[in-house]
């Protein structure tokens, strides 16, 4: 069964710097995008930043400037880099993965900013910013 899995959540001061990472089970096969989102309690689940196979990279307007999605060509571990982290960055952070129909194949143009997106999620990690 296809699997995402996250890790290197944490607590952390307001300024300080952590780094997510995601590894895909080889069942999610060769990926278009991947893409980090968070969600905390009683909002909907947002996107931060998507990297396609192509290395097209977006961020949200929020984070740009501060956060920086990284990942391998095959598309199986992603990371986010975050620096300069602000209590309003507390949240549930997800790693998704939106599947390519076979491998060599790339990704035009942006990926996908909503949950509808991507097909394969992790179970999250918890990012807690004190001020």
């Known amino acids: 069964q296809a699997q995402l899995v996250e890790s290197g959540g944490g607590s952390v001061q307001a300024g300080g710097s952590l780094r997510l990472s995601c590894v895909a089970s080889a069942d999610t096969g060769s990926n278009f995008c991947m893409a980090w989102f968070r969600q905390t309690p009683g909002s909907e689940r947002e996107v931060v930043a998507t990297?396609?196979?192509?290395?097209?990279?977006t961020y949200a307007a929020s984070v740009k400037g501060r956060f920086t999605i990284s990942g391998d060509a095959t598309q199986r571990t992603l990371y986010l880099q975050m620096g300069s982290l602000k209590p309003e960055d507390t949240a549930m952070y997800y790693c998704a993965a939106k599947p390519a129909p076979r491998m060599g194949v790339l990704y035009a143009g942006s990926c996908p900013s909503v949950r509808s997106g991507y097909s394969y999620w992790g179970q999250g990690t918890q990012v807690t910013v004190s001020s």
């Open positions: 990297i396609s196979n192509s290395g097209i990279t």
